[in-house]
């Protein structure tokens, strides 16, 4: 162990990094190494569950842009000073890797402008069709399956149809939310947005529905048939929301799902 911190700088703060899995082969043996015997590391890990589109957002941003204000938004969130080593992190992982790493890392990662998080929106399939490959399991699909029902609530719109389920997760930054979403059509794009009982809005994550949609019981294709799972995180506890909405760009409300 003292090999792998005699490198340079601070194993420790290698968390952010691998947790967005910007690190080399190299980098990440060495700090699975250390994270086999480090307890620290592996709560921090524990603390950015549901954060990583966070950062990873974070990490795509031109170097001008955003990273004092993005810095002080998750400093509320995790343990007090977590951030602020995350960002400086991963500005300085984001100044030496290529962008073409960091989307290989991203690919199928919506980016929201505006919005505070990005999820990587998948189906239930694990599957690639086109391809022939297997995916890898889907982190949103095993955070929701992996909830218990008493996290969860559901609803279904009476003139969309459209049926949700969120489940919810207490973190030390907020909420990490996980929805199940059928029976909606595209092509669109859409909002999962927290209303808490003080009435203040949270955008806690954004995707894209294609044209054959999601969730579609009678669909010919396991595509089409298959539930969107999509994850984020909101800065309110789980007590402090009212309900969730999941609304259209363009302001259309397609369910509502009360806490």
């Not at 996980?178 to 209303?195: D, F, Q, W």
């Given at each position: 162990m003292q090999g792998a911190q005699g490198s340079g700088d601070n194993i420790h703060e290698t968390v952010g990094a691998y947790a967005l899995g910007i690190l080399d082969d190299a980098e990440a043996t060495q700090f699975e190494m250390h994270l086999a015997t480090c307890e620290w590391c592996g709560q921090q890990l524990d603390e950015l569950a549901g954060m990583e589109p966070m950062l990873a957002a974070l990490a795509d941003l031109p170097a001008s842009q955003g990273t004092p204000a993005i810095g002080e938004s998750l400093s509320a969130k995790p343990t007090t000073g977590l951030a602020d080593r995350l960002v400086g992190e991963v500005v300085q992982h984001r100044a030496k890797k290529s962008r073409r790493n960091f989307f290989m890392l991203a690919a199928g990662v919506a980016l929201i402008v505006g919005g505070p998080t990005a999820v990587m929106a998948t189906t239930g399939s694990g599957d690639d069709s086109?391809?022939?490959?297997?995916?890898?399991?889907?982190?949103?699909?095993d955070a929701f399956l992996g909830m218990p029902a008493k996290d969860k609530v559901s609803s279904t719109d009476a003139s969309t149809e459209v049926a949700a389920t969120v489940g919810m997760e207490s973190k030390a930054w907020g909420t990490?939310?996980?929805?199940?979403?059928?029976?909606?059509?595209?092509?669109?794009?859409?909002?999962?947005?927290?209303?808490?009982?003080?009435?203040?809005?949270?955008?806690?994550?954004?995707?894209?529905?294609p044209k054959w949609g999601y969730g579609i019981e009678n669909a010919k294709t396991?595509?089409?048939r298959n539930p969107l799972y999509v994850h984020g995180g909101a800065a309110f506890t789980p007590e402090e929301i009212d309900h969730f909405e999941v609304l259209t760009f363009s302001g259309k409300k397609l369910v509502s799902v009360q806490t």
């Open positions: 086109q391809s022939g490959n297997t995916l890898s399991a889907s982190p949103a699909k990490h939310a996980v929805l199940e979403l059928k029976n909606v059509t595209g092509p669109e794009k859409c909002s999962l947005i927290a209303v808490g009982k003080n009435g203040e809005r949270e955008t806690v994550t954004s995707w894209s529905v396991e595509q089409a």
